[in-house]
């Protein structure tokens, strides 16, 4: 259930909705919009005609139930999109966020040759794997903590924030130590320890969706991060595995229309995962910023045919300086014939 405020409602009011939605025994979470509060009441085994009798209560506008499984993500909760600073950069308002680097940090030249070289283009942050999920134990595994000094250091050179991925709740302290905003994977997209420990940390966190995750498993993951406590996620579509094998995944572009409907939460696209091949990275682009995506997550390489890992998906400088350019180009006209043609 949501405790909706009135405009306007006092802190009083609102300490005795916290209070009040305590002995119901349930927990408050309160989200506090521009313009109004709402205190949530999750949980199950509260006493609910207790919440219900709430409506009379003073600077109460309304007490309603939330009907999606998830709760503290939802749209129903908070109408206004929100927005997660990464480092001062703004994620879900009004300007598209590009991050872009190579999928692992393999060396200093190579990576400071990309930061340099992405800012110049137009990237906003920058990201590189220094702890990564491999399908092959004999594949290179990331450089570690040296990958996070290395980031430390383009991030020091350009001020581009820097994005890295997580996958061990053991490396949670020493990753949120250097990084902007934590990536979760893919693979550990239902990884609820790692989820928990996420939820306790003061970064925003970037959560990926699942190869197989339907949007509300991918919701209830966020859920799991607001429910502890860390508000700032931004989601990430990265492409679900489907019968086609000519790309590398298929870039859900439904989901992420879908998960705009659903959530006030920002929602980014990684094209680069989502099709697999370099070749059709700026048309998935142009896609995903038509359909609603707040930002895109691009793999860039000085030189992909050498890439350790994700090679065929990465674009070289020149290439990523080209999408950047094709970006900021307005979208197709229709001449007056073609649209009345097809109003008709
Ligand atoms: C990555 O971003 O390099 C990565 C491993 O992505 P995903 O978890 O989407 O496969
Ligand atoms: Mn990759």
């Known amino acids: ?38 205190v949530a009441a999750v949980g ?58 190579p999928c692992s940090v393999e060396s200093r030249d190579q990576l ?27 594949d290179f595994q990331g450089l570690g903590e040296e990958a996070l000094r290395l980031l430390a250091e383009a991030r020091d050179e350009t001020g581009l924030p820097i994005v890295t991925e997580v996958m061990s709740t053991e490396d949670v302290g020493l990753i949120s130590e250097y990084a902007d905003l934590l990536q979760v994977g893919a693979r550990n997209m239902q990884n609820f320890a790692l989820l928990r420990a996420l939820a306790r940390v003061d970064r925003p966190i970037l959560l990926k969706r699942g190869p197989s995750a339907t949007v509300k498993e991918w919701l209830l993951a966020a859920e799991y991060l607001l429910a502890g406590g860390n508000q700032n996620v931004i989601l990430c579509e990265r492409g679900i595995r489907t019968f086609e094998t000519d790309t590398r995944n ?57 890439a350790l890992s994700d090679g065929p998906q990465s674009l070289d400088l020149a290439g990523f300086e080209r999408l950047m350019s094709t970006l900021s180009r307005p979208a197709r006209t229709l001449t007056p014939k073609e649209f009345s043609n097809s109003a008709a």
């Not at 509260?46 to 219900?52: A, K, M, P, T, V």
């Not at 340099?116 to 137009?122: E, F, L």
Request: charged content about 20%; some cysteine.
């Open 1 to 38: 259930m949501i405790i909706n405020m009135e405009y306007g409602a006092s802190e009083e009011q609102i300490a005795h909705i916290i209070a009040a939605v305590e002995r119901a025994g349930y927990q408050p979470h309160t989200i506090r919009g521009t313009e109004r509060t709402v």
């Open 112 to 138: 400071l040759a990309t930061a340099r070289s992405v800012k110049q283009a137009g990237a906003r942050m920058l990201r590189g794997g220094a702890y990564k999920p491999r399908t092959s134990p004999y």
């Open 44 to 101: 199950s085994g509260g006493n609910r005609i207790q919440l219900e009798g709430l409506q009379a209560a003073p600077g109460v506008e309304a007490v309603v139930a939330i009907t999606q499984p998830f709760k503290l993500v939802s749209r129903q909760v908070r109408a206004k999109s929100s927005v997660v600073y990464v480092r001062g950069v703004p994620v879900g308002g009004d300007e598209f966020v590009v991050i872009a680097g």
């Open 250 to 306: 298929t870039l859900d572009l439904a989901a992420i229309a879908l998960a705009k409907e659903l959530t006030y939460l920002p929602v980014i696209a990684d094209p680069s995962h989502g099709t697999g091949r370099r070749s059709l990275i700026p048309a998935l682009s142009s896609a995903a910023l038509a359909v609603g995506a707040d930002g895109l997550m691009v793999e860039v390489h000085p030189c992909p045919e050498r």
